[in-house]
């Protein structure tokens, strides 16, 4: 199961929700604060079912991966974009980092 640390998430949601000016403010905050658990859920359950239908996915390789670190406004996007484009290399996508799942 991916972590989530549900006291930091409960000690922020209280403070958002204390500081929400207004009714559509304060929906908008509880609803946001109710999606990021139900994504870790739903994240979490994915990657479980992986295993069941992809076994074989615990054999695979991976050969010289590549990491794009670097510091704000150095140029990382830009040589993940120029890798991007290459085929000789795999991206994610932003939806692939957030639920990280074949399923």
């Not at 010289?64 to 140029?75: D, I, K, L, N, W």
């Not at 484009?85 to 991206?91: A, V, Y």
């Amino acid at each position: 199961m991916m972590p989530f640390d549900w006291r930091m998430w409960a000690r922020l949601t209280r403070l958002a929700l204390a500081d929400a000016r207004g009714p559509a403010r304060f929906f908008r905050v509880a609803f946001v604060s109710m999606l990021c658990p139900l994504i870790v859920v739903l994240g979490s359950i994915g990657m479980a079912l992986d295993w069941v239908f992809y076994p074989r996915l615990r054999r695979t390789r991976v050969v010289e991966p590549v990491f794009v670190v670097g510091m704000a406004r150095s140029g990382t996007t830009l040589m993940h974009k120029l890798l991007a484009r290459d085929p000789r290399f795999c991206t994610m996508l932003t939806y692939e980092m957030v639920l990280p799942s074949i399923v």
